[in-house]
């Protein structure tokens, strides 16, 4: 398994519902990539005035996070895909 370093954030997407309120069924090419998921895995923090700074977001956290945040960048490990992110793209932990 990868192991982020620094504020980095490995996080595995849920996906949403393919089904609006009313039934209709949206195919899988004009879904939105989901802002949801799982943290998988965790850096260390990063160092500031000397000392580390601890991680906010723990392993296990299902968090909310910008859609187009700058730092995404999209991973395939074992054949699943995951996304990491910086901790400051996570807007809130659910």
């Given amino acids: 398994m990868l192991k982020p370093l620094n504020n980095y954030v490995l996080i595995q997407r849920i ?6 309120a009313g039934g209709i069924i949206i195919p899988d090419t004009a879904k939105e990539k ?5 943290v998988i895995a965790i850096g260390d923090g990063i160092f500031e005035n000397g000392a580390r700074v601890p991680m906010t977001v723990k392993v296990g956290d299902i968090v909310l996070f910008a859609k187009w945040a700058a730092s995404a960048n999209d991973v395939k490990l074992d054949g699943k895909e995951y996304v990491l ?10």
């Fill in 15 to 20: 996906e949403e519902e393919s089904k609006t």
């Fill in 85 to 94: 992110i910086k901790e400051s793209d996570i807007l809130g932990i659910l």
């Fill in 34 to 38: 989901p802002s949801r998921g799982h």
